[in-house]
């Protein structure tokens, strides 16, 4: 098991939920999830420390798991931990990042051009906001309502113009749907951009606050 007691910050049950996986266990320190079409199973949990990491890999969780096998490991990557995985047979499938902010300070202001449309729709899981422009699908974003923060789907940009635009508006949209709701604190995960695992390009507000490290093993 991961070496770190303490539950996982509740964003992560949230995530699953904001990418449409069923959440087949959550507690002290790992949650799993399936995907819909149950193509891959993930756990996620903290860096384990190098002696500890045999137990994890034994875990159910990660031994008899359907589809593909991902483990997401929250913090810091330690290097020595990851050559440990490597050596039996794991690879690293991507480096992301948990964004913070406050939502008094990201912009909530929406523009967009005369012949776009925005539409919002609530869903089970959370609310979808969708930017058409022409009547043809432009960007689309998701929002996950909980107990004192919002979690922020990275905006699906299909545009192939104004793709910025239609990013910031997206993100606009979210941040005033979390300020109705009341809640003071955003977070996104979104791809990492840097060699270290963090986000240099973001919005004004953001900051990294959490890599996020996903290997794969079929």
Known sequence: MPSQPNSLPRWVHSFALLRDRT???????????????????????????SESLASLLADPGLANGPG???????????????????????????NRVL????????DQEIRLPE???????????????EIADFDAPAGRGRIRFAEGFA???????MAPTNAGQFRAAI?????????????????????????TG???????GWSNATQL??????
């Open 23 to 49: 959440v087949t266990r959550d507690e002290a320190g790992l949650l799993q999830s399936v995907a819909t079409d149950e193509s891959d199973n993930e756990v996620t949990c903290s860096w384990p420390e």
């Open 151 to 157: 979690l922020l789907g990275d905006p699906n940009i």
């Open 68 to 94: 593909q096998t991902m483990l997401t490991l929250l913090g810091t990557p330690d290097e020595a931990v990851i050559g440990a995985l490597q050596e039996q047979g794991w690879s690293r499938k991507g």
């Open 198 to 204: 963090t986000r240099v390009e973001r919005a004004n």
């Open 171 to 195: 993100l606009a949209n979210l941040a005033a749907a979390a300020t109705r709701q009341g809640l003071p604190v955003l977070f996104m995960v979104t791809n990492a951009d840097t060699a």
């Open 213 to 218: 490290t996903t290997f794969a093993k079929a």
């Open 115 to 129: 012949t776009a449309t925005l539409f919002e729709a609530p869903m089970e899981n959370y609310d979808v906001v």
């Open 99 to 106: 964004l913070a902010a406050l939502t008094n300070d990201v």
